[in-house]
């Protein structure tokens, strides 16, 4: 590794960092992260933290997860790369689909198709999604809906669908043909509605609205994250996807669940539609699916779905979609022993566990600090921390004071990651209770410097 003083003086300097301005990076430097181990990172001056932030949502095992480390590097020495394209697959890649299918089987979902991450693995679906309805001669269903505030990664398709004009503006004109409902969003809603029931029964009747509006047979498909994460984790009503999935399927159009933060056990349950009782037709995973040690997704689709592709004889059910990297077999291997350790350690439990203290801490802060406006979370290990100005106008706090807190918060002994006015909470699920204290303990400290 290069020495200290050339990564500071370096920093940023030749490289352009993603969600953030290129000025910003080079007048801020970011933290520079050499090592990790357990729930900790350990940045260049040799400060040590509680990673608050789990990587970006997908370090599930913590950074010592030693058969991961070592199903990687056995898979290198033994096959280090072969295509899954037509005509050829490898060991790792079959063994994994068929774990998956188990995993998933309580979901009503049976094949997987391998993508390179969950940006790759919203496009999969969505193009899939629009394949299923040629099949079945319904070539006219190519429009999207999703929520606002949803984030579904970055390729054209899946910022089009996006809900958040951060990642949209700048890349306009989008896909054609996508449509937003408002996120069933308590604390901020334009239906001025806090009661979370109502509100999903408002968002609800949107929906119903928009695809009567568009006429259901145009409409392919409707996206949604079971909890949305990056939009400033918004956990909808219990009644909320299940209604969804009902005005789906009465209206013929496929329900592709988001699960690129929610599967495999962030929000206390093994996937957030089985947190909701849905069974979806699409669900894109990726980020923990290995641990975040190797760039590797998969799109789970359902036993309905398949059968309409296997058993057409058209030649319409082609696949004209894949990555060099689909199914790559190191990805692969990483991903069997992520599986294998995620279950056996039923890290799902935890999350549950350790997410409630850690929300029911948050709540406790909001008590003693008049700059919070709004904590949600409780639903496992997401939680988020919304700054205002002040409390009866909800005007989002100072641009700089997410940042302020960040970094008093760092320094105290915990990473958390700021989100426009959001302070943003996602750690590893391995998290103990005393690594919730710290947390907690930090961000006190951060919130007093203000
Ligand atoms: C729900 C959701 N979908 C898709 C993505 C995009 O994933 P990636 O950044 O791996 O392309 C993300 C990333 O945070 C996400 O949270």
Known sequence: ?????????????????????????????????TGGHGVRIRDVDGHEVVDGVGGLWNVNLGYSCQPVKDAIAAQLDRLPYYSIFRGTTNDQVIELAEELRKFFEPDGLTRAFFTSGGSDSVETALRLARQYHKIRNEPGRVKYLSLKKGYHGTHTG?????????????????????????????????????????????????????????GASTVAAFIMEPILGAGGVIPPHSSFMPGVAEICRRNGILLIADEVITAFGRTGAWTGSRLWGVKPDFTCTAKAITNAYFPFGAVMIAEAVAEVFESDETGMAAIGHGYTYSGHPVGAAAALATLAETQRLKINENAAARGAELFAGLQALKERHEVIGDVRGGHGLMNAVELVADRASKKPADKATPGKVQAKTYQEGAMVRVSGNNIILSPPLILTSADVQVILKALEAGFASL
């Open 1 to 33: 590794m290069k020495d200290e003083n050339f990564l500071k003086a370096n920093n940023a300097r030749s490289l352009w960092h993603p969600m953030t301005a290129p000025s910003d990076s080079l007048k801020n430097p970011p933290a520079i992260i």
């Open 158 to 214: 899946g910022a089009s669908v996006n809900g958040n004009a951060n990642f949209r503006t700048q890349y306009e004109p989008l896909l054609p043909g996508c449509y937003h409902i408002p996120a069933p969003f308590p604390y901020r809603n334009p239906f001025n509605e806090s009661d979370p029931a109502k509100l999903a029964a408002l968002c609800l009747q949107a929906l119903e609205d928009e695809i009567a509006f568009q």
